[in-house]
T-cell receptor
Framework: AQKVTQAQTEISVVEKEDVTLDCVYETRDTTYYLFWYKQPPSGELVFLIRRNSFDEQNEISGRYSWNFQKSTSSFNFTITASQVVDSAVYFC????????????FGTGTSLTVIP | DAGVIQSPRHEVTEMGQEVTLRCKPI?????LFWYRQTMMRGLELLIY????????DSGMPEDRFSAKMPNASFSTLKIQPSEPRDSAVYFC???????????FGSGTRLTVV
């Protein structure tokens, strides 16, 4: 079974629009961590955020914000006022304390921001 | 810090040849991971090390793949013999504690013809 589901395969938005990338996870552990990574066209994987299971506070970093809701097992990522440089593939990932330190990556959402 | 350093960036080789990918993790990181990324299968964990010891190699596709970490600052992933289906981007990542987030290298794009 897929532990991390990113149902949106591809999204296109026009510059300056807001966009939300969905991430749903599945775990039985009480201690776990959630992550978002960005993979721009150049190919590298860039760490964006880490959130542990005991901290449901939403986080904002500039134009980026993350909404963590344990009740729905979701960790969604919103980009406000999108820019062309935001075009990339975004991966959500889960790490469970009880299964060692392996990350489970979602299949990624490809975001295209049209100028 | 220079980050995680992988070499080579690109590798083109003929089927049947041996390929060796190299990785230098961030100094002080106790965990090192090898991932493979393809369009069909996404990001797959191949193997990871903790303090130079292989912990989980269940993702290694078959006996043609082997990985070593002779010291804290160097790891290799070897494919022998290589096959066209091994064509992918191979990422190395390191982590301080394992659950604190990875730092990825730039990847090695392998093409086996």
């Amino acid at each position: 079974a897929q532990k991390v589901t990113q149902a949106q395969t591809e999204i296109s938005v026009v510059e300056k629009e807001d966009v939300t990338l969905d991430c749903v996870y599945e775990t039985r552990d009480t201690t776990y961590y959630l992550f978002w990574y960005k993979q721009p066209p150049s190919g590298e994987l860039v760490f964006l955020i880490r959130r542990n299971s005991f901290d449901e506070q939403n986080e904002i970093s500039g134009r980026y914000s993350w909404n963590f809701q344990k009740s729905t097992s979701s960790f969604n990522f919103t980009i406000t006022a999108s820019q062309v440089v935001d075009s990339a593939v975004y991966f959500c990932a889960l790490s469970e304390r009880n299964t060692g330190n392996q990350f489970y990556f979602g299949t990624g959402t490809s975001l295209t921001v049209i100028p | 810090d220079a980050g995680v350093i992988q070499s080579p960036r690109h590798e083109v080789t003929e089927m049947g040849q041996e390929v060796t990918l190299r990785c230098k993790p961030i100094s002080g990181h106790d965990y090192l991971f090898w991932y493979r990324q393809t369009m069909m299968r996404g990001l797959e964990l191949l193997i990871y090390f903790n303090n130079n010891v292989p912990i989980d190699d269940s993702g290694m596709p078959e006996d043609r793949f082997s990985a070593k970490m002779p010291n804290a600052s160097f790891s290799t992933l070897k494919i022998q013999p290589s096959e066209p289906r091994d064509s992918a981007v191979y990422f190395c990542a390191s982590s301080l504690r394992g659950d604190d987030g990875y730092t990825f290298g730039s990847g090695t794009r392998l093409t086996v013809v």
